[in-house]
C-alpha cells in the first residue's frame, strides 16, 4: 500500500514540473512579439493548451499505468491554475466552476483538433485551427505559419519522450 502513495507522489511531482514547463514555454516573449499572439488573457490561455496538449501527446503513445497518472495528475494541475487565475482576475465564486469547466472542455476540444491537424501531412488544416483558437480575432499581423513551423518541430523534439524528460524538453 505504501508504494501506492509513493508511486502517487512521484506522479505529482513529475506532473506539477511538467505543467510548471509548459506554462514557462507558453510564456516565452517570442510567441507575442514574433508571432503575433495577443498577450492577454485568452492568448495566454490558448499558449497554454496548445503546450499542454503538445506535452501530453509527447507521453501519451506509452501508455502505462504511471504515465497515464501523470497525465491526470497534469490535467488536474492545469484544471487548478485555471481555478486559481479566475479567482486572481475577480471572477465570482459562484461563476468559477463554471469558467473552469469551460476552460478544461476547451482544452479538450482543441486538442481533438490539433491531433487531427497534426495527422495530416500538410499544413493547411493545422494553420486554420491556429488562427481559429490562438489568433482568433485578431485582425493584426499574426505569423499563423511561423507557429504551425514551431508546433512541428516541437512535436518532433518531444516524440518518444516519457515524462520523467518531457519537461526538459519542452520551450
Known sequence: MLQWFKHRSQA???AEELYGRVVAAARQECFYRQFGVAD???GRFELVALHLFLALEAINPARTRSNTDVVQRTIE???TDMDDCMREMGVGDLTVPKKVRRAAGAFYERAGVYR?????AADDDLIAA???FVFAGQSGAADVRSLA???RATVSRLAGRGPQDAFQALG
Do not use: C, I
Not at 487531427?116 to 495530416?120: G, R, T
Open 77 to 79: 494541475a492545469f484544471v
Open 130 to 132: 491556429l488562427r481559429s
Open 40 to 42: 492577454t488573457p485568452e
Open 12 to 14: 505529482g511531482r513529475t
Open 149 to 151: 513551423n514551431y508546433v
Open 116 to 120: 487531427m491537424a497534426l495527422s495530416q
